[in-house]
Each structure stands twice: as C-alpha cells, then as structure tokens.
C-alpha cells in the first residue's frame, strides 16, 4: 500500500497548499488525480515520489513510514517510485544523450553495468530506436522525450508510478502509446498508478477510481 494520512503541504511561509489530505492506493491500483489549476495535485505527486516533504501528515510506502525526502529518502524508498513530469525538456538533463537520459539513475545507484542491457529493453518497451538513444534533448520531439523519460521512470522497475501531465503537451497517438506502455508494465509488475491529469476522459479510461481536490486553498481563502 501507499498512504499519505492527513497531509499538510505548501512552499516557505506561504498559506498551506494542501491541508488534511489523504490517499491510499493499494499494489496494482491506478488512481486518477483531477482538480482545478493551482490547487496543489503536482505537489501531491511530488509528495507522493518523496521529493517534496509535507509540513504534516504521515507518508507510508509498503507499510514503511517515510521520514526523509529526496536525498534524504533511503535509496529502496527512492526506487520503489517512478516519476514522469508534465515538461520533459525540463526533466532531462540536456547534455545527456537519451540513452543516458534513461540509464541516469542506475548510474547514480552505482549500477551501471546494468545500464546497456536495461536501457535496450526499455527503449523498445517505450517505441524509442536505438538512432534515437544517441540523440540529445534538443535533437528530439517532445513526444520523444517523453517516452525516454517514462522509461527512466521505470529503470528501477518501481512497485509505485506517479505519473504527473505525462501526456498533456502531447498528440492523441503518443499518449495512447504512453498510457499502453505504463499499462503493460503494470499488467507484468502489478505497480500501483498516480495519474495525474486535466483531462476527466482520459483518467475515466485509464484509471480504476478518481480523486477531485478542491479549488486551491490560496485562492479560496482571498
Ligand atoms: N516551488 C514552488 N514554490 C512556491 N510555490 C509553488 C511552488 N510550486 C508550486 N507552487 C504553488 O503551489 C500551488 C499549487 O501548485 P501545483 O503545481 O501543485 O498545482 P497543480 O494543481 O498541479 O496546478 P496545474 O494544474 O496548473 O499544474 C500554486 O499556487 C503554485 O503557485
């Protein structure tokens, strides 16, 4: 399971973003995040893949409770969950060639005698040819990018996938592809799914429930 129990989060001394949220989804799960701009579901996604900490509340992955974030979260935490972004151009490093793009974090877990073997097989899970691995960012479409992100996300095979706008700047095939590849793997690995989108349709195709946040609290308590 992954619990987040009466979660209470926001950015410096500003207003809480979130205030007493809570969100449990079991292994295998896929739960559909909707809400109005601005009240807070990428910083609950962001919560959710332990890089951005709550000032409350109490987060529990596979019944470990989690007291660290980012750096600070134990590394079998880290990789227990996938993250992919809305931007990709702002998600991936632009001096790296997709193929280290994918690899990156099993260099930095010291696993980089994995990374060839691991990024071929994702590449091709993904749609991406080998002629594109060796290309940069700037090289590539945003719908390209975007599948290289995704199989980063998925380098570790996490147990939990936050997927965050993953298609939003994308055309109706990419998305359909990147939503069936998300699904294949959690078809094979039973992963639990966070989507989070504007796009109702789409969470009602893809996900076994909804969650609505309410309007923003910054914006409601003016
Ligand atoms: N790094 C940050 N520093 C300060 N405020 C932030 C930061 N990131 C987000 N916010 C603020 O937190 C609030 C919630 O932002 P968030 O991105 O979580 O909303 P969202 O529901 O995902 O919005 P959208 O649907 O437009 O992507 C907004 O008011 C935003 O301005």
Redesign the pocket.
């Known amino acids: 399971m992954l619990e987040l129990r009466d979660i209470t989060a926001?950015?410096?001394p500003?207003a809480p973003?979130?205030e007493n949220v809570s969100l449990t989804i079991a292994p295998g799960e896929a739960v559909g995040l909707l809400?109005?701009?601005?009240?807070?579901?990428?910083?609950?996604?962001?919560i959710v893949a332990l890089l951005h900490p709550p000032r409350a509340g109490i987060v529990t992955v596979d019944g470990e409770r989690v007291r660290g974030w980012r750096h600070r979260a134990p590394r079998h935490l880290r990789t227990a969950i996938g993250i992919t972004f809305?931007q990709p151009r702002a998600a991936a490093d632009p001096r790296l060639r997709l193929a280290d793009t994918i690899a990156e974090p099993l260099r930095a877990c010291g696993l980089a005698a994995a990374a060839k073997d691991r990024t071929a097989e994702l590449a091709e899970a993904v749609g991406l040819t080998a002629e594109l691995l060796h290309r940069r960012p700037h090289e590539v479409s945003d719908g390209q990018l975007q599948r290289a992100c995704l199989a980063r996300a998925l380098v570790h095979e996490p147990r939990w996938l936050v997927c965050?706008?993953m298609t939003s700047m994308l055309d109706a095939s990419t998305t359909a592809a990147l939503v069936a590849t998300v699904e294949t793997y959690r078809d094979r690995t039973r992963a639990g799914l966070l989507a989070?989108s504007?796009d109702r349709d789409l969470l009602t195709r893809w996900c076994d429930r909804i969650i609505q946040?309410p309007p923003?609290l910054?914006?409601t308590s003016r």
């Open positions: 926001g950015y410096g500003a973003v979130l809400g109005p701009s601005g009240c807070g579901k990428s910083t609950l996604a962001r809305q965050d706008e989070v504007h946040l923003a910054i914006a």
